[in-house]
């Protein structure tokens, strides 16, 4: 059984709407022609997130997000993606958008990144800001 799974670490914090964003998520990795295995979203603190980001990838930055890949099979879909709750809200108040909204596209962005999308390069943080607009717009919550 497929499973989308919702953890916090070094802060308090509950997503809304779980079922619906699971079904969200579900629907967006089978649209990009995906199989979901398993996918975990560790909601943390900044300093949770810059130690992962020091410890795993070598950068000393503060970041939103982390992704990691733990697929096998081509095709198939496990990871974990951690998410600072501080740095979305604080991006939120700086882009004048819902928390909520801001929150949704980070997690869809670490989605799209499992589903092969880099945004490293201008062209290709073009293209990952068009997948995440047009799979907001796929919300019904």
């Known amino acids: 059984m497929p ?3 919702f953890f916090e670490e070094d802060i308090k914090f509950k997503l809304k709407q779980k079922t619906q964003v699971r079904q969200w998520i579900k629907e967006t990795i ?3 022609g995906y199989k979901l295995k398993e996918l975990n979203y ?3 603190s900044d300093a949770y997130l810059i130690e992962i980001n020091r410890q795993y990838l070598n950068h000393d ?4 997000i982390v992704t990691f890949d733990n697929s096998e099979i081509e095709g198939d879909i496990v990871g974990d ?4 709750v501080e740095r979305t809200r ?3 108040a700086k882009f004048n958008v819902a928390d909520a909204d801001e929150l949704h596209r980070v997690i869809i962005h670490g989605t799209l990144h499992l589903l092969g999308y880099p945004d490293k390069k201008p062209a290709d943080k073009k293209i990952m800001t068009q997948k995440e607009d047009f799979y907001l717009g796929k919300r019904s919550f």
């Open 3 to 5: 499973a989308i799974n």
């Open 30 to 32: 089978e649209a990009e």
């Open 81 to 84: 993606i951690f998410i600072s």
């Open 90 to 92: 604080e991006n939120a």
């Open 42 to 44: 560790i909601f943390c």
């Open 61 to 64: 930055t503060y970041t939103d």
